[in-house]
């Protein structure tokens, strides 16, 4: 016994034996031996250990079994001879000498992968008392190794499958109808792979590349026409590429190409060669893309790189066809500095890792059926450097390039440093999803707006720093929304756009849209509620919802820059491709706190850089140079620390003056235009306006002036004053203010109704001075001229203005559409100095309004040539509840026996000047009446408060 002893411990100190050897130590049990390991060798499974039969100075031979745990459902897979050398010890437990009890069992890893994960069972063969199971057996198992992808058999319809609990790598090329990953499927970051199928759907695990080992090979993943996929009964269509409930898909693409920047210099037509801004690390048989810096969206070319010079130099495969300018340019005013970011964005398109599409047909309905990815509900999207390309299926719902597709919270998921190129329809959408991240992306060449937020109940998304460029309209009869390609106001809201925000409560910041056949940045938010709930959340109404953020973004070569207005009403378009589909309308941003906006730039946009149609926002930071109109906005807006360009650095020939010509017509070209109001300006520099006029001729070769000037007007439904401070203007333009005669647009008021508050004197030369319209409605003693603007300047301390306006309300206007069609000259103090609210039979539409001055000794005579007042609304506005409006006499009233609600009947005209409210008098054949406003304008939540007050009136 005592030499047992010595021998076992001399077993248990080299790590041969544990205290459950005893058990395979008996005076029947003669075999003895252990399962050292079970290891992965290259591709090979190794099972080594020892094994004897006591006493017997031979080899023997073992089998191998593989099974469940206790000893169950175990299989033969094969067998070997312990003939190999070993150690002392060992010949010390065998109770031998010399010989060799050592195996390694080895089996091709292909033999194995469906015993992956199984218990190894090896039995020493005796030849004269049983065969025993050596040590260890049912402890150790196979390795879960991965399983190369061409081991697994197909079904019929050769259709490759990924099981549950099988990991397996691409090594080598797929064609396969349908790819189903239920299991893991590795890309191999070095190796170069061509993926084809018909579609690829993961409810396990797709990895290509890790964040800190990404490919630096190429995998290729193509779609093939001819296999629809659906789950959970919702139809996901042909080649799609879908991430279910339970799914994660991780690509890891090498990010040397992800980095866009700008042009360090001018790009000249004919040129081989750009610089550009940052060193990147672009390689030769890259493509590119180099932004239009002209007002011309087709001027953004792709190229490829033929030789890296340096990180910022590049030669190109053939000569650039236009000019891309490439210069930024510094300004400042006091200790405030602005950068103008003029340069031409550049983007790459090469990714190492490409999702596209194959055997698209040249003509018919597969033409535009480009490849889709979707990420449902339940699964997980991480993508950082792939490259998708001809994908999105035209006119056909939910088929996008990337997709997160009613996912709910995805908090964790991104798709960055990514390239969408030449898609049939879209860019990147998130649809009733939030807290997904899209940054650092390159969106070209798309159809239908770019990256795209569908239903308005996506909120806490990040997108930032993405470019996006070349954002037309969807093929004809391919439209899924009227916004893409219908129903847009020529300086408002313009389809197609490459940014669709539908819900403010969303990081937008540091992105950029170039040439867009519409809208750069279109913030289209509802005015009703969405209670399409995601996780819990209340219903929301995006028309009311609180700003995240949205600063720092750039809209170039765009009709209309940025937009706050325009969004689905509840009107069907009847759209044979979308059922769901509703007309686009006016839609007023009613935010619970006012928003402020810093850093925003907009260039090119060739009929307006800036329209707002809210209650009020903060501009601050802005920048603009070369609109049409540069701020085109409804209601209060506050522009601060701000600057414009009128003449901009930008080289501008026939075709860019042309185009200015057909924007502005005889509008004017202008930085702002007074139209709704009230703007309130500080700290603003227009820098570069005309110094002298500049005719050109438009399309139908009439001549336009598209000299810039500072600040114009058109009119609108403006019945406030605006306000100025700190304002500069370098050089001194040609005129300030243009309130020139012009050719009315829709408002016969237009050319009377504007005022501006200089509060300090930087806009008139004179402190706490109203500039007026130079009318002599407009105009009383000690009102000085400013005829080369059309304008005179009052005193504000005693110069006050209200705003009368009567609106039709009866039956027969609704139905005719003539609300605002009142006809009706109002006379002041009884002189000759008149203002017609609409000139007859001139089609003018809007607004039956006009200037009144408050608080004076004036008053005002409104012949309503013999209409009825009956069933109109008489409304009333200033911007102070203390100014009672002077007395409005209507006379030429087809009938006087009238009543006004809210309004006191008086009897004489002592009771009507001493009343403290609105009254009114019934005087023989006229009605005079007087206001006093009561209610707070809603459209207006910062400093200003404006009042109005309506009245309607029922005559007898």
Request: proline share 1%; hydrophobic share 35%.
């Given at each position: 016994?005592?030499?047992?002893?010595?021998?076992?411990?001399?077993?248990?100190?080299?790590?041969?034996?544990?205290?459950?050897?005893?058990?395979?130590?008996?005076?029947?049990?003669?075999?003895?031996?252990?399962?050292?390991?079970?290891?992965?060798?290259?591709?090979?499974?190794?099972?080594?250990?020892?094994?004897?039969?006591?006493?017997?100075?031979?080899?023997?031979?073992?089998?191998?079994?593989?099974?469940?745990?206790?000893?169950?459902?175990?299989?033969?897979?094969?067998?070997?001879?312990?003939?190999?050398?070993?150690?002392?010890?060992?010949?010390?437990?065998?109770?031998?000498?010399?010989?060799?009890?050592?195996?390694?069992?080895?089996?091709?890893?292909?033999?194995?992968?469906?015993?992956?994960?199984?218990?190894?069972?090896?039995?020493?063969?005796?030849?004269?008392?049983?065969?025993?199971?050596?040590?260890?057996?049912?402890?150790?198992?196979?390795?879960?190794?991965?399983?190369?992808?061409?081991?697994?058999?197909?079904?019929?319809?050769?259709?490759?499958?990924?099981?549950?609990?099988?990991?397996?790598?691409?090594?080598?090329?797929?064609?396969?109808?349908?790819?189903?990953?239920?299991?893991?499927?590795?890309?191999?970051?070095?190796?170069?792979?061509?993926?084809?199928?018909?579609?690829?759907?993961?409810?396990?695990?797709?990895?290509?590349?890790?964040?800190?080992?990404?490919?630096?090979?190429?995998?290729?993943?193509?779609?093939?026409?001819?296999?629809?996929?659906?789950?959970?009964?919702?139809?996901?269509?042909?080649?799609?590429?879908?991430?279910?409930?339970?799914?994660?898909?991780?690509?890891?693409?090498?990010?040397?190409?992800?980095?866009?920047?700008?042009?360090?210099?001018?790009?000249?037509?004919?040129?081989?060669?750009?610089?550009?801004?940052?060193?990147?690390?672009?390689?030769?048989?890259?493509?590119?893309?180099?932004?239009?810096?002209?007002?011309?969206?087709?001027?953004?070319?792709?190229?490829?790189?033929?030789?890296?010079?340096?990180?910022?130099?590049?030669?190109?495969?053939?000569?650039?066809?236009?000019?891309?300018?490439?210069?930024?340019?510094?300004?400042?005013?006091?200790?405030?500095?602005?950068?103008?970011?003029?340069?031409?964005?550049?983007?790459?398109?090469?990714?190492?890792?490409?999702?596209?599409?194959?055997?698209?047909?040249?003509?018919?309905?597969?033409?535009?059926?480009?490849?889709?990815?979707?990420?449902?509900?339940?699964?997980?999207?991480?993508?950082?450097?792939?490259?998708?390309?001809?994908?999105?299926?035209?006119?056909?719902?939910?088929?996008?390039?990337?997709?997160?597709?009613?996912?709910?919270?995805?908090?964790?998921?991104?798709?960055?440093?990514?390239?969408?190129?030449?898609?049939?329809?879209?860019?990147?959408?998130?649809?009733?999803?939030?807290h997904s991240k899209v940054v650092n992306n390159v969106c070209y060449n798309h159809r239908g707006h770019g990256i795209f937020l569908e239903d308005g109940n996506e909120r806490f998304n990040t997108i930032k720093k993405n470019l996006v460029m070349l954002s037309r309209k969807p093929y004809p009869g391919r439209e899924l929304l009227e916004s893409d390609f219908r129903g847009g106001q020529s300086r408002r809201f313009q389809p197609t756009s490459g940014y669709w925000i539908a819900h403010p409560q969303n990081i937008i910041a540091e992105n950029v849209s170039v040439g867009s056949e519409g809208t750069g940045f279109w913030m289209s938010f509802e005015q009703n509620e969405i209670c399409d709930k995601i996780d819990g959340d209340a219903c929301v109404t995006p028309a009311k919802g609180k700003t995240q953020q949205f600063d720092y973004n750039i809209a170039k070569t765009n009709r209309v820059g940025m937009t706050w207005d325009g969004a689905r009403t509840t009107t069907p378009t009847g759209n044979p491709n979308n059922e769901d589909d509703m007309t686009i309308s006016s839609s007023q941003y009613n935010p619970p706190e006012i928003p402020t906006f810093v850093g925003n730039q907009a260039m090119h946009g060739s009929q307006s850089c800036f329209y707002t149609r809210s209650s009020t926002m903060n501009f601050d930071q802005t920048i603009t140079t070369d609109c049409g109109w540069h701020h085109f906005h409804a209601f209060n807006i506050r522009l601060n620390n701000s600057l414009m360009i009128g003449d901009s650095p930008f080289p501008r020939d026939s075709k860019a003056k042309r185009t200015i010509a057909n924007s502005v017509g005889s509008s004017g070209h202008y930085g702002i235009v007074l139209y709704d109001g009230p703007f309130e300006l500080n700290n603003v520099l227009f820098q570069n306006f005309s110094k002298s006029d500049q005719n050109y001729a438009d399309s139908k070769n009439v001549q336009r002036n598209i000299a810039s000037m500072p600040i114009g007007k058109i009119g609108g439904a403006n019945k406030y004053t605006n306000r100025t401070k700190k304002l500069k203007f370098s050089p001194e333009p040609k005129r300030r203010v243009d309130f020139r005669s012009q050719t009315k647009g829709n408002w016969a008021d237009w050319h009377v109704s504007q005022s501006i508050l200089d509060q300090d004197g930087t806009l008139t030369g004179v402190s706490n001075s109203m500039l007026v319209v130079k009318n002599g409605f407009n105009k009383i003693s000690g009102c000085t001229n400013k005829d080369s603007w059309n304008a005179v300047v009052c005193d504000a301390g005693s110069y006050k203005i209200g705003n009368l306006v009567i609106h039709d309300y009866s039956d027969v206007a609704k139905r005719e559409g003539t609300q605002n069609k009142l006809y009706f000259n109002t006379i002041r103090n009884g002189s000759q100095d008149s203002h017609p609210s609409i000139y007859p039979n001139a089609g003018y539409e809007l607004h039956s309004k006009v200037n009144l001055l408050v608080n004076t000794n004036q008053y005002y005579e409104v012949d309503l040539e013999g209409q009825n007042l009956n069933k109109k609304t008489i409304r009333y506005h200033t911007e102070r509840g203390s100014e009672k409006s002077n007395i409005i006499r209507f006379i030429n009233v087809a009938r006087t026996n009238c009543s006004f609600s809210g309004a006191r009947k008086v009897s004489n005209t002592t009771e009507l000047n001493n009343h403290n409210g609105s009254a009114y008098l019934i005087k023989g054949s006229e009605i005079w009446f007087r206001f006093l406003p009561s209610a707070v304008d809603g459209k207006f939540t910062g400093t200003i408060k404006p009042r109005s007050i309506s009245h309607d009136v029922n005559c007898t």
């Open positions: 016994m005592q030499g047992n002893h010595v021998c076992l411990w001399r077993l248990v100190r080299a790590g041969l034996l544990f205290v459950t050897f005893f058990l395979s130590i008996s005076a029947k049990a003669v075999i003895a031996g252990y399962i050292d390991k079970v290891v992965t060798e290259g591709g090979n499974v190794a099972i080594n250990g020892w094994a004897c039969d006591k006493g017997l100075s031979k080899s023997i031979n073992v089998h191998v079994y593989l099974g469940d745990a206790n000893n169950k459902n175990k299989v033969f897979i094969g067998a070997a001879t312990a003939n190999q050398s070993n150690e002392k010890a060992v010949n010390d437990a065998c109770s031998t000498s010399g010989s060799k009890h050592r195996y390694k069992v080895l089996f091709s890893k292909k033999s194995l992968m469906n015993y992956r994960n199984k218990y190894v069972y090896v039995y020493g063969i005796s030849e004269k008392d049983p065969n025993l199971a050596l040590n260890k057996s049912g402890q150790l198992q196979i390795p879960n190794f991965w399983v190369a992808a061409s081991w697994i058999p197909r079904n019929s319809l050769n259709d490759l499958i990924i099981p549950k609990g099988m990991t397996a790598y691409i090594d080598t090329n797929i064609t396969a109808s349908l790819i189903d990953i239920q299991g893991t499927l590795i890309c191999q970051s070095d190796k170069t792979r061509t993926i084809k199928s018909k579609g690829i759907l993961i409810s396990g695990r797709l990895r290509c590349g890790e964040s800190s080992k990404r490919v630096t090979g190429k995998f290729t993943f193509t779609f093939m026409k001819g296999r629809s996929l659906s789950m959970m009964g919702h139809s996901m269509g042909e080649r799609t590429f879908a991430v279910t409930d339970g799914g994660k898909l991780e690509m890891f693409g090498a990010t040397g190409s992800s980095k866009w920047t700008r042009l360090s210099e001018t790009a000249n037509a004919g040129a081989k060669t750009i610089k550009l801004k940052d060193s990147v690390g672009w390689q030769a048989g890259d493509e590119i893309v180099i932004a239009s810096t002209s007002y011309d969206l087709n001027e953004t070319e792709k190229r490829k790189i033929s030789k890296r010079v340096s990180g910022t130099q590049f030669e190109l495969d053939k000569a650039l066809t236009y000019t891309h300018y490439g210069k930024n340019h510094n300004y400042s005013k006091g200790s405030t500095s602005w950068k103008l970011l003029s340069s031409a964005e550049v983007g790459n398109l090469t990714r190492k890792i490409v999702i596209t599409t194959a055997d698209l047909s040249s003509s018919g309905a597969d033409q535009y059926m480009g490849a889709h990815m979707m990420v449902m509900r339940g699964g997980k999207a991480y993508i950082d450097g792939a490259e998708f390309y001809k994908m999105g299926q035209a006119g056909e719902m939910a088929r996008y390039p990337f997709h997160w597709h009613l996912a709910k919270d995805v908090s964790g998921q991104y798709i960055k440093n990514s390239s969408i190129h030449d898609s049939f329809q879209r860019c990147i959408t998130v649809h009733g999803t939030t």
